[in-house]
């Protein structure tokens, strides 16, 4: 039966049924791991949302702009109606409140033009994010942050699969940034911690940190 290996900030391992749950696929190029694992429903999202933020902060804001861009397109069909917009200064005099203000059509043209190239930009930072972006350490896949973050020109694929094997989103890693994020998330054997070690002395990893010290 298949459980979740994943691992809370102290270190416990989770063990809850996983076998109708999203699984992953993680294809070291250096050869240490090839290797599917299974994650319970709660850890799946925990995970995934981890690795997410950028992309998922960027999504939302071309959902508001297409809104944004929807109800302008919307109060752009209805035209500008004068003898409304007339009555409307005049309620407001006679009130004693601020003149309402009214966009022109160049205007609101204007503003959903702003939307689009918003959107566009968006789009553009997004297929870096899942292109060319490491999601662990953040730096771009070909100048990782230390040339040790990385050996060979294969990068580290990460693919998540809902339980009946759709897609559901893949990651890219440098290799020793890969080695050190599923040690950190999921729980392994001593035997299987080593043959995860990097490749490389002194690599900058919680590997090296730890025998640095012992």
């Known amino acids: 039966m298949a459980t979740c290996k994943a691992v809370n900030y102290a270190g416990i391992v989770c063990n809850q049924k996983a076998e109708n749950a999203t699984y992953f696929w993680f294809y070291d190029p250096c050869g240490r791991l090839n290797k599917v694992f299974h994650l319970c429903k709660l850890h799946?999202?925990?995970?995934?949302?981890?690795?997410?933020?950028?992309?998922?902060?960027?999504?939302?804001?071309?959902?508001?702009?297409?809104?944004?861009?929807?109800?302008?397109?919307?109060?752009?069909?209805?035209?500008?109606?004068?003898?409304?917009?007339?009555?409307?200064?005049?309620?407001?005099?006679?009130?004693?409140?601020?003149?309402?203000?009214?966009?022109?059509?160049?205007?609101?043209?204007?503003?959903?033009?702003?939307?689009?190239?918003?959107?566009?930009n968006s789009k553009k930072v997004l297929v870096n994010e899942r292109n060319r972006i490491c999601r662990f350490c953040r730096f771009p896949l070909r100048e990782p942050e230390s040339p040790k973050d990385q050996i060979g020109n294969s990068f580290t694929p990460v693919d998540f699969k809902l339980?009946?094997?759709?897609?559901?989103?893949?990651?890219?890693?440098?290799?020793?940034?890969?080695?050190?994020?599923?040690?950190?998330?999921?729980?392994?054997?001593?035997?299987?911690?080593?043959?995860?070690?990097?490749?490389?002395?002194k690599q900058e990893t919680i590997f090296s940190s730890i025998s640095e010290n012992n």
């Open 163 to 201: 339980a009946r094997g759709f897609r559901r989103v893949d990651f890219l890693f440098h290799t020793e940034c890969s080695i050190t994020w599923i040690t950190n998330k999921l729980a392994f054997e001593e035997k299987e911690l080593s043959k995860l070690s990097p490749k490389r002395t």
């Open 44 to 120: 799946s999202n925990l995970i995934i949302d981890e690795l997410m933020v950028t992309e998922n902060s960027y999504s939302k804001l071309i959902k508001a702009c297409f809104d944004r861009i929807e109800k302008l397109r919307k109060e752009l069909q209805s035209g500008n109606n004068l003898s409304e917009q007339r009555e409307a200064i005049k309620n407001a005099r006679e009130n004693g409140n601020p003149e309402p203000k009214f966009k022109s059509v160049m205007e609101i043209k204007n503003n959903i033009s702003d939307l689009y190239t918003k959107v566009n």
